[in-house]
């Protein structure tokens, strides 16, 4: 019965709410943007999304994956990883509201660093920043649209029941 759960409010279930951002920060940090998704969910007799498993293929042939899960007793946690033949970059969310880590590990598989996230990396800090004048606001509109239309091909796999190739009308912002 919350707000989440009624597309006229929400716009859409989970995948709007939490995992349009981790598409956006994937998208940004690897400069490419998804091409192709796979996708299926659960929406437990209810009008949005509630659980999503996807499967994604990007510009450049790499693949990627994303699940968000909000039928769950436990708290929701953000963990990104990027795994590559060099190494791997795991960027870890804090608890209720810290600012989390970013962890190293080296290709010989030893962890080479922890890097607290600074507290000023927030995109809520950003946002409040930017209306008081004090910084520039961070994210694009185009950013943003260019996660919908990764949003609305997940939603079409998802009922089709098969790959959807992402619509590109202009250049990743």
Same mark, same amino acid.
């Given at each position: ?68 899960? *909000?039928?769950?007793?436990?708290? /929701? #946690?953000? @963990?990104? =990883? ?10 870890? &969310? ?38 008081? *004048?004090?910084?520039?606001?961070? /994210? #694009?509109? @185009?950013? =943003? ?10 939603? &079409? ?17």
């Amino acid at each position: 019965g919350q707000w989440r759960q009624d597309p006229k409010f929400s716009g859409g279930g989970q995948l709007i709410d939490w995992g349009s951002h981790m598409m956006d920060y994937v998208m940004y940090a690897t400069g490419q943007r998804i091409s192709a998704v796979m996708a299926y969910e659960n929406r437990y007799d209810l009008e949005v999304d509630v659980d999503m498993s996807i499967s994604t293929r990007f510009e450049d042939g790499a693949i990627g994956s994303f699940m968000h899960i *909000g039928n769950s007793m436990t708290p /929701s #946690t953000e @963990e990104l =990883g990027f795994y590559g033949s060099d190494g791997t970059l795991l960027v870890r &969310e804090g608890d209720y509201g810290d600012a989390g880590q970013v962890v190293h590990i080296n290709g010989a598989k030893e962890q080479v660093e922890i890097l607290e996230m600074p507290a000023e990396s927030s995109p809520d800090r950003n946002f409040v920043d930017a209306i008081l *004048g004090h910084d520039e606001v961070r /994210s #694009t509109g @185009e950013g =943003g649209l260019d996660v919908l239309r990764v949003n609305e091909a997940c939603w &079409e796999s998802a009922q089709i029941g098969r790959e959807v190739l992402v619509p590109w009308a202009g250049s990743m912002c």
